[in-house]
Structure formats: structure tokens, C-alpha cells
């Protein structure tokens, strides 16, 4: 991510800086995969489009066969802009009525072959398979996100996680959110070489767009606003954190 962002300073569109990325991305399908999103994030941006466009252009004239996986994802990722702009324009209408359109929609033909079995933009080792529709909703927000369930078409899905869930966003930048997490995995990283865990979980989250992108929902994991709520209505706006503090000592009992 920080090299995407230093490269938009070099002189050039040919520099030692764009040849190294272009090198690593296709010698690592993991790196290429996000070396990919980051620099399609910001095509919209007048000042960085030829560059990008051409560095994009060469990672996908050499990645081979991966080119498929990556047109999946774009498609997908068209797929889902184009229904959440459908669902904001549609603002005069109750909630019901746009979960029933959602639910209509995502049936449709042409958005379960975009929306199924494709690699997760978020972590291309994950493959999103069928789209559990009665599971998805609408977040209760403006620009209307999506939470998103698929299921886990690996074999060994019982063992691991049966369902992959997203929360897609569009209408929010958030390559603000992908800075202030990488901070935190810095940190992290910084503290467990010093031998303290403090059970840092960063989730992930994905711009892939002009405001669009995904974020990972947490499996197994609590707001902060549903934990407080047990305390009351003053709790539950965070103005007595007495409720916070119990439920942490009540899952770490026995750790000192």
C-alpha cells in the first residue's frame, strides 16, 4: 500500500520503483493480489490514471491464467456497486421493501453467476461460494451497505469456518480504514517482538474503488454498543464503562 502511494511521486512512468513492484506482484500471487486492488482504488484520480492504468496493464499481460480470478472479482465487485447504487436511489422506500428487492435481485441469473464462487477480493486463499441470499441484509445507514454471506465451499469447512461474511460499502472512502489498520498490524508486530500479546485481531478491509469496498466481519464478535447495552441505557452510550470492564474480566478469567 505505502509503495502504491510513493510511486505516484517518481518522475517517470518507467523508474526502478515500478519495475520492482511490477516483478514482485507477478513472482507472489498474494502481493500481485493486492498490488492489483490498490492501484484500481485509485483510477479514479486524474493525476495517477496513465500511470496506474499502465502498470496495470503490464501485471495483467504477464499474471496468465490468474487474469481470470481477477476479471471474477471485478465482475462481482460491478455487480454489487450497481446494486447498492440502485438501493440508495430508492430512499423513499421502507426497509422491507428494499431487503424484498435485494432478495429479488441477488436471485436473478446474471447476479448469482457474478456473485458465486469466486475468489474474496479481501484474501484471494479464500473462495466465496454460494450466496446465502436469506442470510444477507441491508445495514442501517444512508449509503446502504450490504452484509453479505456465502458459504465455504472448501472441503474442510467444518473444521475451519462454515461462512464468509463481508460488509460491502459504497459511498465511503476507505483507504482511511486500511491506513489506521495497517498501523495497528505495525504495532502489533512491534509489541509481539517485545513478548507482549495484546490479542490484536485487525480485520480486514478493502478499498477497490472511487468510495467502494469491503470490510470482513468478525466471526464470534461482539459491538461495543451490544456489550454495554446489559448495563442499561447510560452504558449503552458509553457514558458509565462499568458493563465494558466486567465482560472483559469475565472472559479472561484465570489470566493475570
Not at 500481485?32 to 493525476?47: A, C, I, N, T, V
Not at 459511498?171 to 489506521?180: F, I
Request: net charge positive; proline share 3%.
Amino acid at each position: 500500500m505505502n509503495h502504491a502511494k510513493v510511486i505516484k511521486y517518481e518522475s517517470y512512468y518507467d523508474n526502478n520503483l515500478a519495475k520492482l513492484l511490477i516483478r514482485r506482484a507477478l513472482s507472489n500471487r498474494k502481493i500481485g493480489h493486492f498490488f492489483f486492488w490498490h492501484l484500481k482504488s485509485e483510477m479514479h484520480e486524474p493525476s495517477v490514471a496513465t500511470r496506474f492504468g499502465l502498470m496495470l496493464e503490464a501485471y495483467c499481460r504477464g499474471v496468465g491464467s490468474h487474469l481470470k480470478s481477477i476479471v471474477r472479482q471485478v465482475e462481482a465487485l460491478e455487480k454489487l456497486t450497481k446494486l447498492t447504487d440502485i438501493l440508495k436511489a430508492r430512499k423513499d422506500e421502507t426497509q422491507k421493501e428494499r431487503l424484498k428487492f435485494l432478495y429479488e435481485q441477488v436471485q436473478q441469473a446474471d447476479y448469482l453467476e457474478a456473485l458465486q464462487n469466486f475468489p474474496s477480493p479481501l484474501n484471494n486463499n479464500h473462495v466465496l461460494g454460494n450466496l446465502i441470499v436469506d442470510d444477507c441484509k441491508i445495514l442501517d445507514s444512508a449509503k446502504r451497505p450490504l452484509w453479505l454471506v456465502w458459504l465455504n465451499p472448501d472441503p474442510m469447512a467444518e473444521c475451519l469456518f462454515k461462512y464468509n461474511s463481508i460488509i460491502f460499502k459504497n459511498g465511503d472512502d476507505l483507504r482511511q480504514d486500511m491506513l489506521t489498520l495497517q498501523v495497528i498490524r505495525i504495532m502489533d508486530s512491534i509489541w509481539q517482538n517485545e513478548g507482549l500479546d495484546m490479542r490484536m485481531m485487525p480485520y480486514a478491509c478493502l478499498a477497490t474503488g472511487k468510495e467502494v469496498g469491503m470490510i470482513e466481519v468478525v466471526r464470534n464478535a461482539k459491538t461495543v454498543m451490544n456489550i454495554q447495552r446489559k448495563g442499561g441505557r447510560m452504558a449503552a452510550f458509553q457514558v458509565d464503562s462499568t458493563q465494558l470492564h466486567k465482560y472483559i474480566k469475565e472472559k479472561n478469567k484465570g489470566i493475570r
